[in-house]
Every structure is written in C-alpha cells, then in structure tokens.
C-alpha cells in the first residue's frame, strides 16, 4: 500500500534532486535519481553530474580583498627638487637665469622660516630672520655667474645710487620700460616675458634676482639693507665721499632734488 501510494505520487520514470555541497561555482556536484523498477520497488541512487556550467563572471560578495594600488608619496606628487645653493650654482653655471631666479625666491621664503614656507611668500618682518651668511653667499653666487653684473649687493649699490628711490632704481635696473610716447613715460615690464633672462651687453646691470613687490616695496627695503650687505654699503659710502671731495657735491644735495614729472604722477603698482 505504501508502494502504491508512492507510486501514485512518482512517474514511473526517475526524478533527480540536486545535491549542491563541495560546488565552487554555484552547479551541483551530485545528482541524487529516484527511480521505480517493474516489480514496483524504490530506489535512490547518487550520479556524479557530469554536465556542469562554467561561469566567467564573478561574485560581488567574494571575500578576497580588493588591490588598492599606494598612495603616492608627497616626494613622488611634488617633483620639483628642493631649493638649495647647490641647486642655484648649477642653474646659475648653466645660464640659465630664469630658474635661478625661481630657486633664488623658493630660498628666500625657506630661509624665512616655517610661517613664511606655510604661506608661500615672506613678509618684509621676516627678512631679519634670514642669516647673514645664507643671503651673502645666494649674493656671491650671482655676482660670480655673472661677471658682478647681477645680485643683492650689485642692487643695493645702484639703490643707493638712486637715493632709495625706488621708481628711479626699478627704471636703472630695467625693470621698468619706457614708453615710445612723445611725453617721457613709463611702465612695468610683464612677468615673465618681458624682463631679460639672458646677460647680454644691453642687459642692465642689477637686472636679476627679481624680487616681487607686489605687496609694496618693504620686502625689497629690507633685503637691500640687510646686515649681510652692511660691509658693501659701508665701501660704497666711502666711494661716495671720495667722488664728493673730488666734485664738492655732496649725498645730501640730491635728496632735495625734484623728480621729473613722469615719476611725481606715477603710482607705484609693483605686481611681479
């Protein structure tokens, strides 16, 4: 009777059930047949699949851990080498003074100290903590490079020339451009294009390190009175009383000295 009842709920063909444990890829590994023979008897017998599906894609839920490829080091995402003398001397035996200004402003600002590394630029309050054998000797390497055409000490001697005038300095130095109007005029050159990078016959003396005054002129002051050209600037007043001896002109006549009138309706606006 249970047979019949058996019988009654099967076919008297075989039904498969899936056994589905040691899969790796989701198929089942057995197959578990049910079957009937002629004298009415059950019997259940396990075969191996053999017609199992193969997969390429992959499960979102995997376990195995997912490459990350390193984080970049800050050394690797800023390339650029560290300023350094070392570095200045090599662009300055190269020629090429465009880089040696860039090195020579990035070691100003390192030498100024963390603040001024921090912000990107130094304030005029910052000079006095630059040593005066780290400003003396970026001044040597630029007078050495260029015949004692270009430096601090080379600039501080013309600015004094020009009785600290600083619109009168920008104009000896070629900062400054003149105009090709009918009434003398003047105008700042264009960073970067239109000051000289090459030291020619024409290239005015005291031409480079740049020093950007965008800020006002303070931070230049500064740099130019430092204690690291205080020996020039003593050398250069005593050249100054000799050629007064000898003229009977003295420093302090020039200083009540009007300006012409280009330089008396000029606004300072120093932007490189």
Do not use: C
Not at 157 to 164: A, D, F, G, P, T
């Amino acid at each position: 009777m249970a047979n019949a009842s058996l019988q009654s709920f099967l076919l008297p063909q075989h039904h498969s059930f899936a056994s589905t444990g040691g899969s790796h890829d989701g198929s089942p590994s057995a197959l578990l047949k049910l079957s009937t023979n002629t004298s009415g008897s059950t019997s259940f017998r396990l075969h191996p699949n053999t017609s199992r599906s193969v997969t390429t894609t992959s499960t979102t839920n995997s376990s195995a851990p997912t490459p990350v490829a390193p984080a970049a080091s800050a050394a690797e995402e800023d390339s650029s080498p560290a300023p350094s003398l070392d570095l200045l001397g090599r662009h300055l035996v190269a020629g090429d003074y465009r880089q040696a200004d860039e090195t020579t402003r990035a070691l100003i600002i390192d030498l100024a100290g963390e603040s001024a590394r921090r912000r990107g630029y130094v304030f005029f309050s910052e000079v006095q903590f630059i040593s005066a054998e780290d400003l003396h000797a970026i001044d040597e390497l630029w007078k050495e490079h260029s015949n004692g055409k270009f430096g601090y000490s080379v600039q501080q001697r013309l600015w004094e020339k020009s009785q600290r005038d600083f619109t009168r300095f920008f104009i000896r130095v070629g900062w400054m451009k003149k105009l090709d109007t009918e009434v003398e005029q003047y105008n700042y050159r264009a960073f970067p294009d239109e000051f000289m990078w090459e030291m020619k016959d024409d290239t005015p003396e005291g031409h480079l390190p740049l020093t950007n005054a965008l800020r006002g002129t303070q931070l230049l002051g500064n740099i130019l009175t430092h204690p690291a050209f205080q020996e020039e600037n003593q050398e250069d007043e005593a050249a100054a009383a000799a050629e007064s001896a000898t003229t009977g002109q003295t420093k302090d006549d020039n200083k009540g000295r009007e300006r012409p009138k280009f330089m008396r309706d000029f606004k300072p606006d120093y932007s490189f």
